[in-house]
């Protein structure tokens, strides 16, 4: 067993009432005695697609001891309720982001035989590559761009920026950049006051960006914690500005680091507020 997100029922809270259940495709929550259970560790993906319909707030997310979540069970689950469970099970997933998991499940459907019951509405095929529905977050390599020959444009800076998106919470941890990448995480003011962000820090490496002070630290500490887990990462460094808000990611990310048993070479960079680089 190992720590991550699962829900919990808080039982003195819970009336009984069953809203959560359809919105648990995985099947993690059943009515047992009067009452909404968790029945296994294992089908709980902890992303709180039941939070919502819980008219009661009876149902929180905790970082706990909890087996390790298993697509595949779930899956073996799921087909047994038919189509439209599936369908909710893998659009759930992909509003989400979970594209690890979303690409297990259909892995899992192909395997068994079974129609892809969103293969049409989201134009995922088994050739292509699988990717949210929202233009911004569709998963881009661009280490492959073409130069301009406009010479008035050539006079300008070129982006250095190899991959999209960028935002941590829009990353699969399964993108196919991250692996074997130098891994540079940067507060999303950084860029804005470091006049030479593309040249001295971004050239050769893999952006992700996100906001300590505003964003959800916990999730991007579990974001974070997957992507070391499932690449091979030749190098991580974490870039913030010099206020003391804006290193609320430094611990996360050694944490991470440290807890997946791999050695992999990080710094920290520090740029003061008036854009120069401190350490």
């Known amino acids: 067993m190992s720590k991550r997100k699962i829900i919990k029922i808080e039982e ?6 069953g809203l959560c259940i359809p919105n648990c495709p995985e099947g993690a929550i059943q009515i047992i005695d009067g009452k909404a259970r968790l029945i296994s560790d294992l089908f709980c993906d902890g992303l709180g697609a039941c939070l919502g ?14 087996e390790k979540y298993s697509e595949r069970k779930v899956m073996e689950n799921i087909v047994k309720q038919g189509a439209n469970v599936i369908k909710a099970h893998l659009n759930h997933l992909k509003e989400h982001n979970e594209q690890g998991y979303l690409h297990e499940a259909l892995s899992y459907l ?3 035989g079974i129609n892809n019951p969103i293969d049409a509405q989201a134009g995922i095929g088994a050739h292509q590559h699988i990717s949210g529905g929202c233009p911004g977050s569709k998963i881009m390599d661009l280490k492959h761009k073409q130069t301009t020959t406009n010479k008035e444009v050539s006079a300008n800076r070129e982006s250095e920026l190899v991959n999209w998106p960028v935002q ?9 950049f991250l692996n074997n990448a130098d891994l540079l995480i940067a507060a999303d003011c ?4 470091y006049p030479s ?16 002070k505003l964003d959800n ?11 070391i887990e499932n690449n091979n990462l030749k190098s991580m460094t974490y870039v913030h500005i010099e206020v003391p808000c804006c290193s609320g990611l430094l611990g996360v990310v050694e944490e991470a680091i440290a807890g997946s048993g791999k050695k992999i070479p990080f710094q920290e960079v520090i740029i003061g507020i008036k854009g120069e680089r401190l350490k």
């Open 12 to 17: 003195d809270k819970c009336n009984g009432c």
């Open 53 to 66: 319909h819980c008219p009661e707030g009876a149902i929180i997310i905790e970082e706990r001891e909890a």
């Open 110 to 112: 192909k395997e068994k």
């Open 168 to 176: 941590i919470m829009l990353v699969p941890a399964f993108a196919p």
């Open 190 to 193: 950084v860029a804005f006051a």
């Open 197 to 212: 962000f593309h040249e001295d820090l971004l050239k050769g490496k893999v952006l992700l960006v996100g906001c300590p």
């Open 217 to 227: 630290i916990d999730i991007y500490k579990q974001k974070i914690k997957q992507i």
